[in-house]
């Protein structure tokens, strides 16, 4: 792997990082702003080190994926389509306060959880 594409991968890990921290602290809103966060990084560390170039200047995850040429089973897409709404969400006023209601502890639990397990999985498809 690549310097830049290292570079990406180490922000990832402190997205994730941060979003166990969130969740410790209780604020379960910026759990999943960072998770989203965290598969973002690493997907452009993925397409970093893919293709020697910039990554596109995206937060959509699936549209990260697909850029990377990853196929990801119907589950993994659905959770990468909402995820990628906390990242959408968490920057406008208006949307913050209706994605906090939905922001609950089982909720950023089970995403933060996920987030992990599509890292690891990422991380295989590096090497």
């Known amino acids: ?14 997205n994730l990082a ?3 921290a969130m969740l410790a602290s209780g604020r379960y809103l910026y759990v999943l702003f960072c998770c989203q966060q965290a598969i ?3 997907l452009k560390a993925l397409l970093t080190d893919r293709t020697g170039e910039f ?10 994926a697909q850029a990377a040429k990853i196929s990801l089973p119907e589950d993994q897409d659905l ?9 959408v969400g968490t ?3 208006e949307e913050v306060s209706l ?10 639990s089970r995403y933060l959880s996920q987030t992990k397990e599509f890292l690891e999985w990422l991380a295989t498809l590096q090497k």
Request: glycine share 2%; charged share 35%; proline share 8%.
């Open 91 to 93: 920057r406008y006023p």
């Open 1 to 14: 792997m690549g310097p830049d594409a290292q570079r990406w991968v180490e922000l990832a890990a402190y």
């Open 55 to 64: 990554p596109p200047r995206t937060h959509d995850l699936v549209k990260l």
């Open 40 to 42: 973002e990084k690493r």
């Open 18 to 20: 941060t979003a166990e």
């Open 79 to 87: 959770f990468l389509r909402e995820l990628t709404k906390y990242y």
């Open 99 to 108: 994605l906090a209601t939905e922001a609950t502890r089982e909720i950023a």
